[in-house]
């Protein structure tokens, strides 16, 4: 038996590396997000929030932006939800298991795997040019409800999947229909789950930059009509930073992205969590 | 209405939200595939992807150079990610005590949720300095680009590799550590083996979301159609390519882009593929029969 | 050295449940002793607690001391890993790994640092005689153990665990998952086994006590209700408590 470490000594030493990479992760996330914070929560006030952008966004405020960011992604989700929680509900109480379903489940997931700037190409393509909707609030967010769909509708179907098959069949046998059951009983028990998938896809539209670039345009001032051009705060930082129009400015408005973010994945787990609790305490 | 109608009526409405993801995908293959054609078509499929030129003014377009581009940065990002990653999964699905998951857990979410185009600020005020500093040039380079990536990637592959980890049996370790196993041993030895279909998985999915990067990356890589001659040079990746040029694109040059975006989607489509496959492939090993 | 394992006032705790009370037996070398008593009485955990399995479960608490040959075992210098090693077990499942029969037969001696395939190889044969399973899989060794049947399966878990020697084997319910045949074969392999090692196994099933082990040990709600020789524990029962159980008229 010879061995050049041995086995007690090779476990000290992958323990330590084991513990090594999770502390490494984690302190890239604090690294990221702290450098970010630390540089770009002095730049904000509330000038910066609620006011017009001047010299391209060179001074003054990102207002319009922000507006932008959640006009786009209340219409992305608009369209998302009922196709995701329709398409859920579909999958996961409808279909069986045969060729159509796992037709729609690799349809979905290659939805979910295009890379987004191939949506871009996609909706330029068909929203801006082919239905002529143009560079608007319309077509940016009709884009995002495609990517932020699969997130939707694979959460959701987990969710509505994990609910027991004893409620439904406690609702069918007192002679409820297959829709009233559904309604009645399952959707309610799987609702934390059907938000915690619209949340997510929320963020997916919220943080998405690529997908837009050539379908919101590139306006300055607040979107009104959904045929307006927009300009949400991803694709405002991304221009003040590689056209260098003012580093202060981008890294605030990466701040305020970050917090919107922060925010979300936040109230997420707080669901998720209120969720489980709840789950287990019956 | 009756019940019954409004059954079947409802029933009819979900079967038709269900099958959009379908009609979505074909819809989105019609048009990138029609605009897309034209040009590989008119260039040629070999000089168009084996082309080593890429230049608009003159008519050629080769984007050989952006393929490699692409190639070479997510395989330098994997090459980081992937080590980091296993680790950081086993700890997580073997090691970490429940006080450090309940921390690394929403870190992990965290680094997953971050927009790209914060990592790719990130990545300009920082990375790409810090390159410029130590190692010469400009700093917009290959590593850069992949320093990124592999940060953008870490959560995708550690998440799936710990679902498999957490899915091998604890009957395996039971018995291994029963043996006198060391838990290094066990996890080497029996949990590992038997998770690395989910571990390979992880990587495909990994290698995925590194390829269809655009907005990190387009920060980062300086955008220059090369070979680059080391991985300080800077370099261009095909969906950078397309979101650089689109708003300028007309014509041939227009097309070539969604040309581009064809070769994206077929990357795509194969590593879904070939993920299903070896997802596939793990059950019917398991159900009994030769390893 | 008359006593392989001496228990002394073990307690055991999971959390908050006080699981095993006051425990004091001991155990002969080169013998069998079942243990014998309701679901949910503490013979698993006990058994668990010889080869330190226990220490997997965060909550896991105990005092009084588990002396194997004459040292204790939860000393702060024994190595767990040496401990498992002379301590060996076999499940309630049957758990082989998803590898071929031949690797999980050699899994144990490649962990503990043997790397001469042909020793190896002889191991595994000898291992797998003794376990009575040698004619079944001679010319199968490459195959998936996953492929055998449930019966087959355990027998591979004992040759593994025989494979690397140890002196004492703990089988947790042995042959709850199987027919009766491959009960039977199991039952025919402890007799084989017994001349080498000490035995301690845990079984529901009384005749199965009766058949194979030479003193039983009664568990009710985590204590020692009674131990002795296995005859006259079922003949002439001292406690009340386990004469209701051995004649079925418990609970």
Known sequence: MNRIISPKNSQKIMKTIFWGSGILTILILIFIIGYILVNGLPVINFNFIFGEPIDNGASGGIFPFIVSTFYVTFVALIVATPLGVGGAIYLAEYAGENKLVKAIRFGSEILASIPSIVFGLFGFAFFVVYLSFGFSVLSGGLTLALMAMPTILRTAEVSIESVPKSYSEGSMALGASKWQTIYQVILPAAIPGIITGIILGMARAIEETAAILYTVGAALQVPVSIFDPARPLPLHLYTLATEGISMPNAYGTAAVLVVIILIITIVTNALVDRYTKKMMGR | MTEKKEDKFIQWVLFATGISSILIIILIIAFIFSEGLPAIFSIGLFNFIFGMIWNPDIGLYGVFPMIIGTLLTTFLALLMAIPLSLCCSIFLAEIAPPNMRKLLKPTIQGLAGIPSVIYGFFGLVIIVPFIRIHFGGSGFSVISASLILTIMILPTIISISEDALRSIPFEYSEASLALGATQWQTIKNVIVPAAVPGIITAIILGMGRAIGETMAVIMVTGNVVQIPGSIFEPVRTLTSNIALEMGYATGLHYSALFSTGIILLTVIVILLLLANYVNYKTKVSIGGGYL | ?251
Not at chain 3, 70 to 98: A, E, T, W
Not at chain 3, 99 to 122: E, Q
């Open chain 3, 1 to 251: 050295m008359p006593y392989r394992i001496e228990v002394e006032n073990l307690n055991v705790y999971f959390g908050e449940s006080h699981i095993l009370k006051d425990i004091n037996i001991k155990i002969n070398t080169n013998m069998v002793t079942s243990l014998i008593g309701p679901s949910g009485c503490g013979k698993s955990t006990f058994i668990r607690t010889l080869n330190r399995m226990n220490d997997t479960i965060p909550t896991f608490k105990k005092d009084g001391t588990v002396l194997l040959d004459g040292k204790d075992i939860y000393d702060p210098n024994v190595d767990v890993v040496d401990l498992r090693k002379k301590v060996g077990m076999v499940f309630q499942k049957p758990n082989p790994f998803p590898k071929s029969i031949f690797d999980n037969v050699a899994y144990g001696l490649r962990i503990h640092g043997l790397n001469d395939n042909d020793v190896i190889a002889n191991k595994v044969e000898e291992s797998l005689k003794a376990a009575a399973l040698w004619d079944e899989v001679e010319d199968k060794l490459e195959m998936s153990a996953m492929g055998l049947s449930g019966g087959q399966q355990q027998r591979l878990c004992i040759a593994r665990t025989i494979a690397v020697e140890p002196e004492v084997i703990l089988m947790d319910e042995p042959c709850s998952a199987l027919d009766p045949i491959s009960t039977t074969k199991i039952e025919d392999l402890i007799h084989k086994l017994k001349h080498d090692y000490t035995i301690i196994i845990v079984t529901h099933n009384m005749q199965q006590a009766t058949r194979v082990s030479k003193y039983t040990a009664f568990f009710l709600h985590g204590e020692i209700v009674e131990s002795g020789l296995t005859d006259k524990l079922f003949m002439e029962p001292k406690d009340k408590r386990t004469e209701d159980y051995i004649t079925g008229r418990f609970g």
